[in-house]
């Protein structure tokens, strides 16, 4: 089993920035990835940025490019999302998520980031 818990959300004005932080305890063994996703309201969960545990190596939605970081601290038990330049259609819940190669994966219970105009 793996917890995520996140933490770090909030309501901010446009052009503010943000970092959010999920805390990854349990059985971590096998991990490939470790993601950042959001869903706004009315809307699909859609994935925001992905950190391959294995390489290190990152990828981002077109929508985030240049904004968002991903990162993970030495021992990769904490993940990182901070968010610059934010804009009001960065409102969402955003969930730390992880999978791993016996396809299980794990959600954390999302935290509301709110960006006002």
């Known amino acids: 089993q793996v917890q995520l818990v996140e933490s770090g959300g909030g309501l901010v004005q446009a052009g503010a920035s943000l970092r959010l932080s999920c805390a990854i305890s349990?059985?971590?063994?096998?991990?490939?990835?470790m993601d950042w996703f959001r869903q706004a309201p009315g809307k699909e969960r859609e994935l925001v940025a992905r950190f391959w545990r294995n390489t290190d190596t990152t990828n981002y939605a077109d929508f985030v490019k240049g904004r968002f970081t991903i990162s993970t601290d030495t021992a990769k038990n904490t993940l990182y999302l901070q968010m610059n330049s934010l804009k009001p259609d960065d409102t969402a819940v955003y969930l730390c998520?992880?999978?791993?190669?016996?396809?299980?994966?794990?959600w954390g219970q999302g935290i509301q980031v709110t960006v006002s105009s």
């Open positions: 998520h992880t999978f791993n190669g016996g396809g299980i994966e794990y």
């Open positions: 349990g059985y971590t063994f096998g991990m490939y990835t």
